[in-house]
C-alpha cells in the first residue's frame, strides 16, 4: 500500500541555520503531495503542496519540490526562525483510493534555538 | 464558522464507557474525513464521508468504532466499550471537493484517555 517515510528527529537547529527535512513516498497512483505544520497546541495547518511533477511548493520561506524520479518531497528553509519550531508532517494523496484520503508520515519535531 | 471546530476538546473515559466526539465542518465542504494520532505519530485515516454517504470505513479499527454525518454537514465519531488503545487525538478534516490535490483543512482535535 501506499506509505510515506520522514526522517527521525528531532531536529535541533540555531537560528538562521539551513533546514532540510526529508520525505520519501511510495504510491500506486499519481499521487499529490503536502507538508502540513503542527505548532504546540494548535492543530494541523497546511504549509505547502504540489500535484505533479517537478512542481515547486513554496509557502513563508519553505520550499519543497515534487521529484518522480526520486519519488521524493524534501521541505527545505534557508534560514529558519525560533517561530518555525513545530512538527513538520509530510502528507500524500492517491486517487486510486478513490477517498483522496491523507497517508502521513510519523512526523519530523524541529526545534529552532536563539 | 471559519474553520473546522470539534468538541470536545478533551475526553476522559473510563474503560468501557461509551464517548461520542462531534465535528462541524467547514460550511458547504462536502468532504469530511477522521483521523486518529496516536502520540509521536503522523494521523491515520479512518473513515471518509462525501455528504452524508460515508463511502470508506477501512481505516475504523474495530466495530466498536462508528461514524455518521446524517444531514451531510455535522459528524459524530462514536466509540463504544472504550479501550486504552483507544488513547489518541482524533482529528476531523474537511476539504471542498474529492480530489486528490484537494486541500483538507483540519480542526484541533479531541484528545481522548480512556483511564
Known amino acids: 500500500g501506499d506509505s510515506v517515510t520522514q526522517m527521525e528527529g528531532p531536529v535541533t537547529l540555531s537560528e538562521e541555520a539551513f533546514l532540510t527535512i526529508n520525505c520519501t513516498y511510495t504510491a500506486t497512483g499519481y499521487p499529490s503531495l503536502f507538508w502540513y505544520v503542527q505548532y504546540p497546541g494548535e492543530g494541523l495547518q497546511l504549509l505547502l503542496k504540489a500535484t505533479k511533477a517537478d512542481d515547486k511548493g513554496s509557502n513563508k520561506g519553505f520550499e519543497a519540490t515534487y521529484r518522480k524520479e526520486t519519488t521524493s518531497f524534501h521541505l527545505e528553509k534557508g534560514s529558519v526562525q525560533v517561530s518555525d519550531s513545530a512538527v513538520y508532517f509530510c502528507a500524500l494523496s492517491d486517487p486510486v483510493s478513490g477517498t483522496y484520503k491523507y497517508i502521513f508520515g510519523t512526523g519530523t519535531r524541529l526545534k529552532v534555538l536563539a | 464558522g471559519a474553520g473546522v471546530s470539534q468538541s470536545p476538546r478533551y475526553k476522559v473515559a473510563k474503560r468501557g464507557q461509551d464517548v461520542a466526539l462531534r465535528c462541524d465542518p467547514i460550511?458547504?465542504?462536502?468532504?469530511l474525513f477522521w483521523y486518529q494520532q496516536a502520540l509521536g505519530q503522523g494521523p491515520e485515516f479512518l473513515t471518509y464521508f462525501q455528504n452524508e454517504a460515508q463511502l470508506d470505513k477501512s481505516g475504523l479499527p474495530s466495530d466498536r468504532f462508528f461514524a455518521e454525518r446524517p444531514e451531510g454537514s455535522v459528524s459524530t465519531l462514536k466509540i463504544q466499550r472504550t479501550q486504552q488503545e483507544d488513547s489518541a487525538v482524533y482529528l476531523c478534516?474537511?476539504?471542498?471537493?474529492?480530489?486528490?490535490?484537494?486541500?483538507?483543512?483540519f480542526g484541533a482535535g479531541t484528545r481522548l484517555s480512556v483511564l
Open positions: 460550511s458547504g465542504h462536502v468532504s
Open positions: 478534516a474537511s476539504s471542498s471537493s474529492g480530489t486528490a490535490g484537494n486541500i483538507q483543512y
